[in-house]
Structure formats: C-alpha cells, structure tokens
C-alpha cells in the first residue's frame, strides 16, 4: 500500500489517523501553528521553491487544457472521437440524400405541373372573355360609316348578337371592348354610348371568329347589314387574315351576383 | 508558512503570464501536478503526525514528480499510456484521500 512519502519511518497509509497527542498535548492545531512559522532554512526555501513551481504548474496546466482542443488527447481518444464524428458524417449525408430526393420529387412531380398549365389555359381563355387581355386573330371588321346619326343601340346590340351567334369570340366596338354587360345606349345629345363610353361614327366593328360564317351571318338578307343599309349607315364588312382586339376591360367585382361555390 | 505564500505567488504568476507548455512537457504536466500534490498532502499530513521534515519534504516531492513522468513516459512507450496513467491518478487520488482524511481527524477529531 502507498505510504505518506514525509514520514522518516515506514509506516503504511491505512492505519489512518495517529494518536494526535505525543506527551506534550500537542493537538493538530498547535502543531500546523507552529510548522507555519517562518523559518529561514536552505530546505525551507527550497519548499517555497517548490511551491511556486507548484503553483504554476497547476495554473499553466488548467490554462492549457481549456485552451487546447484535440492536440493534448492520446491516441485512444482521438480514434473514438474520429470515429463519432464519422457515424455523425454518414447520418447527415443519409438524411441530406432523402431531403434531396423529396424536393426533388415535389419540383418535378408531373401531376402539378399539369395543373398549373390547365389553371394558365383557362386564365387565358377566361381573360378573352372577360376583356382583360388582348386577343388577336381571323376575323371581320366592319364598318359603318353613319353619316346621318341614324344607327341606333339597338342596331349595335343586333350586331353584337348576329356575330355571337356566328361564333365570334371578341368583339370590339370603336375602341371599347364588348364583354357579357356591355350595353348600349345613347346621352342627351343622341350620342351612341357603348358601355357609357361615348363614340363618334364611323363605328369600327372588329370580330375574332371564323371570317367566313360571320360575314356569311352579317349577309343574310334582313340581317345586320340589310338593316343598317336601309337605315342608310352605309356599312361594309371586310374579312381579314389577322384582327387585333386591343381594348381591355378592367375586371369589375359583381356586387350582387355571387358564386354559388360549386368548382367546374 | 513560506511555502504556502510561495504556492499563491507561483499561482499568481501562472494566472500573469499564460505562458504555453512546450509539446514534449504536455503529456507529463497533468499527472506530475498531481504527484505534487500527493506529496505536499502528505507533508501537511507529516506536520499534524508531528514527525516532518524539510528535507524529506522535498525528496519525496521530487521524487513523486520524476516516478510520475517516469511511468507516464513508460506507458506510452509499451502502449498502455492511457491505462498506466490511469491507474497512477487512482493511486496518487487514493493517497491524497487518505492524507487528508488523517488530517481531517487531527484538525476536527471527526
């Protein structure tokens, strides 16, 4: 068993505490009261000596543990630590992989795209309809020249009906964009108003359809251009290969019609 | 009573100077301070038995530090280093827990 390596005498530690008292009554107290004095000898300052080295040792190595990281482990504790920080590596790849694979699957999934196309389609579609985008395309532009101020609403309105019923799928009155409540009428000067836009004559009539049935359907005889010749509009219908629908329509929110909810 | 001023002063001077241990001193440092301190244990421990000295004091300091590093650097080289060294700080920890528990009693008488 080690021993206290002070005691001149060989005596093993385990014996534990001695007899404090050695004749003298000196009791713990007293006898580390008097080992403090101060004394000037050569083993005394080599202790003090000792001590400071002591003192610094300690201090310089606490120091240098908390500062130094991986330089002071052995060699054991280095591969376990490599180790951990390898499992650690390959868990994190793992599930690097797997996030990948997700995001990609949700990028490129083809279902959505689809989706998204169809929801653009109808957006277009939609958007002609309603007059706020442009359209371009065959069809007729008609013109009636009305020198005399004798069209009247109800003959804009007949040809707006004549060319649906022929199939046209925009329609641009003078400028203002005929949608499902365009109206017609006319202010206190007999001005013709379209949608409450007044328009001067020659009113331009441009369709988007098929050339041939709508100017077939303007032809009829006591159709649209019978009636407005007769009235002495001088109209005339021309088809062309390519008609530009400009005029938009800003969108209005229905204030009293609402959706009833049900998806088509 | 020197010699504890001296152990202050010498961690004062530590605290001041942060000075960095040399690469072939850092195996040694830790286990050596704590040999150190097993002797300096028993010296405290010396002076309740009554039966200290000086020059005992520090033979056995010395002589604890140089049997520590002796070991450390013998373990390394057979390459049980971490369980040699281990095994020194049980014993050096078992020998300051008996030195104290003796002083204890002569300080408390507990």
Not at chain 2, 19 to 37: E, G, M, T
């Amino acid at each position: 068993m080690p021993e206290p390596s002070e005691m001149s005498t060989d005596e093993p530690d385990t014996t534990g505490g001695q007899p404090t008292d050695e004749g003298a009554g000196r009791s713990g107290w007293s006898r580390l009261l008097r080992m403090g004095r101060p004394r000037a000898t050569r083993a005394n300052l080599f202790a003090t000596l000792l001590a400071v080295l002591l003192g610094f040792a300690m201090v310089t190595q606490v120091h240098e543990h908390r500062t130094s990281g991986l330089e002071n482990l052995s060699q054991g504790d280095l591969i376990a630590l490599l180790d951990g920080v390898n499992q650690q590596s390959l868990h994190l790849d793992q599930e690097r992989a797997k996030l990948t694979r997700t995001r990609d699957s949700l990028k490129t999934s083809s279902g959505d795209k689809a989706a998204i196309s169809a929801a653009q389609e109808r957006k277009n579609v939609l958007g002609i309809l309603a007059g706020t985008l442009p359209a371009k395309g065959p069809g007729i532009a008609i013109t009636v020249s009305d020198p005399d101020r004798v069209v009247q609403p109800a003959n804009l309105l007949d040809a707006v009906e004549e060319l649906r019923d022929a199939g046209a799928e925009a329609i641009q009155i003078a400028g203002v964009r005929v949608v499902a409540d365009t109206w017609f009428g006319v202010d206190d000067d007999n001005t013709m108003l379209v949608d409450g836009q007044p328009i001067q004559p020659p009113y331009i009539i441009l369709a988007i359809g098929s050339p041939h049935t709508m100017s077939t359907a303007m032809a009829i005889p006591g159709g649209v251009i019978d009636s407005l010749k007769q009235l002495g509009a001088h109209p005339s219908v021309a088809s062309l290969k390519t008609v530009n629908i400009d005029a938009l329509r800003a969108p209005k929110k229905p204030r009293y019609a609402q959706s009833d909810g049900s998806a088509s | 009573m020197i010699p504890a001023l001296g152990l202050v002063a010498g961690l004062v001077i530590g605290l001041l100077l942060h000075p960095d241990v040399p690469l072939w001193l850092q195996p040694y440092l830790p286990i050596a301070v704590v040999a150190a301190l097993d002797a300096v244990f028993g010296a405290v421990r010396a002076v309740m038995d009554g039966i200290f000295n000086d020059r005992v004091f520090v033979i056995s300091f010395l002589s604890n530090v140089v049997v520590a590093a002796l070991i450390v650097f013998l373990g390394d080289q057979l390459g049980v280093g971490s369980q040699l060294s281990t095994g020194v700080v049980v014993v050096l920890g078992l020998r300051i827990f008996s030195n104290m528990a003796a002083i204890r009693r002569h300080l408390f008488h507990a």
